[in-house]
């Protein structure tokens, strides 16, 4: 796993908002992030997990989050406003966004893929994810020390068959990475990096691979040191790198 220890107080005063909240890697870092000082943003779809997630954090005596539902699959652009804008009247800025929520969609050939699926995936997977970082910069470039993470995968690299929109829609993800990470270098305090989770112990894990031993992969929490290490002030000057979160640096 990637080397890094987190000290306690690693994000204290450091607002940080996760999409895909309610479940798996996104519930899990937004437990981390603010047993690390951090004041959370839950985003997500469903109310009732997202409560479940601001609940543990208070159980645990952690700083109260906020919580923001949202269906990236037919989100629009005033909704991104309305988030921009209550964050803004609530923190003033924005120190961390972790694009955490995807889509699977099917996996199947492109000659048998359906196109409303394809489309839904991509909706979620890159246009979503754009809308929002767009909606947000303000926010980040208020922040003294502000780090954006993309997340992608081990297909969004190399194709492979079968993976269509998933795929393709994290292909995306690395350019629009790339991309943010150059305009924001030299104009801003915000770095923008991407993580490939790799193989864990998730619901999406399970749907893409039905026959798979879960126990064989690693939990959302064995991979949280490279998403703690990007989203705290180590990190300062890191820009446009891709992290495998299960490699060692």
């Not at 047993?35 to 645990?60: F, M, P």
Request: with cysteine; proline share 5%; glycine share 8%.
């Amino acid at each position: 796993m990637f080397d890094y220890t987190a000290p306690n107080n690693l994000l204290a005063k450091r607002v940080i908002l996760i999409t895909g909240a309610g479940d798996g890697i996104g519930r899990v870092a937004a437990i981390e992030c603010a047993r690390l000082g951090a004041t959370v943003v839950l985003l997500g779809r469903t109310l009732a997990k997202l409560e479940a997630v601001y609940d543990a954090i208070e159980a645990a005596g952690h700083g109260q989050p906020a919580i923001f539902p949202m269906d990236l699959r037919t989100s629009e652009d005033e909704d991104y406003l309305k988030l921009a804008q209550g964050i803004e009247s609530e923190f003033g800025r924005l120190d961390g966004l972790l694009h955490n929520a995807s889509l699977l969609g099917q996996r199947t050939p492109i000659s048998n893929y359906e196109s409303s699926t394809w489309r839904l995936v991509m909706q979620v997977n890159v246009t979503a994810a754009f809308m929002m970082t767009q909606a947000l910069l303000p926010l980040l470039e208020a922040s003294a020390d502000a780090s954006v993470i993309f997340t992608s995968s081990g297909v969004g690299t190399k194709g492979k068959a079968y993976w269509g929109a998933y795929s393709v829609s994290k292909f995306a993800t690395e350019g629009m990475a790339q991309i943010l990470a150059e305009e924001t270098e030299n104009t801003s305090n915000i770095r923008v990096n991407i993580i490939n989770p790799g193989a864990t112990r998730t619901s999406m894990r399970a749907q893409a691979y039905p026959g798979e031993d879960p126990s064989s992969n690693p939990t959302p929490k064995d991979i949280m040191p490279v998403y703690q290490f990007l989203l705290g002030p180590d990190s300062k000057g890191t820009t446009g790198q891709r992290f495998n979160a299960q490699q060692t640096r």
